[in-house]
């Protein structure tokens, strides 16, 4: 992440990144998102064949199927999720 640059856009909806998180360089919407999905072992399914577009901002609600595709395609880690206070200290989860 250069700063000089501007912020990174989020690999999931291109919004303004904050950092990795579970490997990837996301916004905290899509942060929260991905973590609420894993933790609750959400199963989505898609109306469309998964030909949404959930890549912008705006339309990254509109389907959550998507979305969660988009978070994997990303490379965000579902192993990075971890019931444990300080997940940080899994040192594992911030090599990308």
């Avoid at 856009?9 to 609420?36: I, L, Q, S, W």
């Avoid at 933790?39 to 109306?47: F, H, I, P, S």
């Amino acid at each position: 992440m250069d700063p000089s640059n501007g912020p990174e856009p989020c690999v999931v909806c291109g919004d303004n990144a904050t950092g990795f998180h579970y490997r990837a360089m996301t916004c905290e919407g899509c942060k929260g998102f991905f973590r609420r999905s894993v933790q609750k072992k959400l199963e989505y399914t898609c109306k469309f064949n998964g030909r949404c577009s959930v890549a912008d901002k705006q339309n990254r609600n509109s389907c959550q199927k998507c979305r969660f595709d988009r978070c994997i395609k990303g490379g965000m880690a579902r192993d990075c999720e971890f019931s444990a206070p300080f997940p940080l200290l899994h040192t594992s989860c911030l090599l990308a």
